[in-house]
Nanobody, 126 residues
Framework: VQLVESGGGLVQAGGSLRLSCAAS????????AGWFRQPPGKEREFVAA????????YYTDSVKGRFTISRDNTKNTVYLQMNNLKPEDTAVYYC????????????????????WGQGTQVTVSS
């Protein structure tokens, strides 16, 4: 599946952004999805994951209570709503997806995903 992210940009600390990831697959409900990020000079890290149904979600501790992953399978799109952004959230954000038989499965490891978007830059100024 091809993935295209959008919605990144420059925002002040405390602000919000919503990232979108549009998938080419019409049966996107059969794909678990995740968001990862790569801060400057660091390795890529897990941010959030969603099962194909969207019922189950999971977050890394540093974003719990601030970020929300959601999806609209009628639009083949997964979102990452980011609130109360901090300078340490600055990174290139990537959307990832993988086909899954179980609609309530989600994945946290980057190696569990088969398809990736090109990334979108998020910069949070202090």
């Amino acid at each position: 599946v091809q993935l295209v992210e959008s919605g990144g940009g420059l925002v002040q600390a405390g602000g919000s952004l919503r990232l979108s990831c549009a998938a080419s697959q019409r049966t996107f409900r059969n794909y678990a999805a995740g968001w990862f990020r790569q801060p400057p000079g660091k390795e890529r890290e897990f941010v959030a994951a969603s099962s194909g149904s969207g019922v189950r979600t999971y977050y890394t501790d540093s974003v719990k209570g601030r970020f929300t992953i959601s999806r609209d399978n009628t639009k083949n799109t997964v979102y990452l709503q980011m609130n109360n952004l901090k300078p340490e959230d600055t990174a290139v954000y990537y959307c990832a997806a993988r086909a899954t038989y179980y609609s309530n499965s989600y994945y946290q490891r980057s190696e569990d995903y088969d398809d990736w978007g090109q990334g979108t830059q998020v910069t949070v100024s202090s």
